[in-house]
Nanobody
Framework: QVNVVESGGGLVQPGGSLRLSCEAS????????MGWWRQPPGQQRELVAD???????RYGDSVKGRFTISRDNKKKSWYLQMNNLKPEDTAVYYC?????????WGQGTQVTVSS
């Protein structure tokens, strides 16, 4: 069993920055994908970014150039650095860990961008 716990989030003004962290516990195999998803109010959950074991990354179009995903394999952790935040980035952010055909989700953390 893999557990995923995220931290970070909160209230930030437009143009500000936040960093989200996520840590997985349990048996972890090398071939996995670590990612961040978000669900804005009244909308479907969408991919923000993910990163493969070899370092390949993918980003949602709306966050390219502003958000950066990274991972630390030794710590079984991954991070989302969010810069130049906009009101439309307001959402519940979830971290996701995928391994051997299974997906494990964090509990979600609220990010609110507002003046």
């Amino acid at each position: 069993q893999v557990n995923v716990v995220e931290s970070g989030g909160g209230l930030v003004q437009p143009g500000g920055s936040l960093r989200l962290s996520c840590e997985a516990s349990g048996i972890i195999f090398g071939s996995n994908v670590m990612g961040w998803w978000r669900q804005p109010p009244g909308q479907q959950r969408e991919l923000v970014a993910d990163i493969y074991g070899g370092g390949t990354t993918r980003y949602g179009d709306s966050v390219k150039g502003r958000f950066t995903i990274s991972r630390d394999n030794k710590k079984k952790s991954w991070y989302l650095q969010m810069n130049n935040l906009k009101p439309e980035d307001t959402a519940v952010y979830y971290c996701k860990f995928s391994m051997r055909g299974n997906d494990y989700w964090g509990q979600g953390t609220q990010v609110t961008v507002s003046s």
